[in-house]
């Protein structure tokens, strides 16, 4: 039930969100849809610990975007400076290695992840291993042993959490 009322809540306020309009009329339609979408999603199965990850914690979750995006800031100029660099000092590498994250969910957002920060691409992942693509030898050993796996296993949760 708290899953539901999660997704119920969550759905309310993304369409408050992208509506912008907010008259008795349009509310009244939004709140019906959002029902209407919350009884489907229940008995369809599908607003489970997956397709909903309401263990996730919020605090955890905007801390490691915040984080994320000064990455990727920070490594758009790295890129930039190698792409402008007269000599291109470039040393495309592969890199495999076991990611810490158990759930789907946190194997996506790491997968991800990595593939939104400028100079690496997540070429292959699965809950054994990530094979990643690097523009630099540097750029592949920082994501081995990286704090992005460790600030990502840090909000994904543990299985038995509901």
């Known amino acids: 039930m708290p899953r539901i009322v999660s997704l119920l809540i969550a759905l309310l306020v993304f369409w408050m969100l992208m509506s912008g309009m907010f008259t008795p009329f349009l509310l009244g339609l ?3 849809s959002v029902i ?5 999603a229940r008995r369809m199965e599908v607003a489970d610990r997956e397709g909903h990850p309401a ?6 979750v905007v801390a490691y975007w915040l ?3 000064r990455e990727i800031w920070r ?7 190698i792409i402008l660099d007269p000599r ?6 592969l890199v495999r290695f076991r ?6 969910v946190g194997l996506a957002t790491h997968a991800n992840s990595i593939t939104l920060t400028p100079g690496t691409i997540t070429v292959q992942a699965n809950h054994h291993e990530f094979l990643v693509h690097a523009l630099t030898r540097d750029g592949a050993a920082g994501v081995v042993e990286s704090e992005m796996n460790r600030r990502v296993r840090e909000f994904e949760g543990s299985e038995g959490d509901d």
């Open 30 to 32: 939004g709140v019906a």
């Open 36 to 40: 209407a979408v919350t009884w489907l």
């Open 55 to 60: 263990h996730l914690r919020l605090v955890a």
């Open 67 to 69: 984080w994320l995006f």
């Open 75 to 81: 490594s758009g100029l790295q890129v930039a400076r």
């Open 88 to 93: 291109l000092p470039i040393s495309p590498t």
């Open 99 to 104: 990611p810490a994250q158990q759930t789907a």
